[in-house]
Nanobody, 122 residues
Framework: QVQLVESGGGLVQPGGSLRLTCAAS????????MGWYRQAPGKQRELVAI???????NYADSVKGRFTISRDNAKNTVYLQMNSLKPEDTAVYYCVADVIRSTMFTASNKYWGQGTQVTVSS
């Protein structure tokens, strides 16, 4: 009943930029943290960036200074602005949200999007 849909991926040259969007919908009372993971072929999924409901942010060292995560709580949407892209950023990027579905409890569950492909190549 909770769905995350990513968009904005594509093919860009090194040094280029992309903006990823993830919109959550369904049975949602509140979303705590939201974030982005990525997974390249043959590699494990890794955390890229997270943002809390108060817009506090954290980033993987590999993307600090290049990527910016933000969110619109009213729209249950999280964004990832990716600048100065490098070939090593190539991966499928997955959105994740920590969702509280019940009005009675604060317990939350993680929900994942289907992923969007980001390819950085010249």
């Amino acid at each position: 009943q909770v769905q995350l849909v990513e968009s904005g991926g594509g093919l860009v040259q090194p040094g280029g930029s992309l903006r990823l969007t993830c919109a959550a919908s369904g049975s949602i009372f509140r979303i705590n943290a939201m974030g982005w993971y990525r997974q390249a072929p043959g590699k494990q999924r890794e955390l890229v960036a997270i943002i809390t409901s108060a817009s506090r942010q954290n980033y993987a060292d590999s993307v600090k200074g290049r990527f910016t995560i933000s969110r619109d709580n009213a729209k249950n949407t999280v964004y990832l602005q990716m600048n100065s892209l490098k070939p090593e950023d190539t991966a499928v990027y997955y959105c994740v949200a920590d969702v509280i579905r019940s009005t009675m409890f604060t317990a939350s569950n993680k929900y994942w999007g289907q992923g969007t492909q980001v390819t950085v190549s010249s």
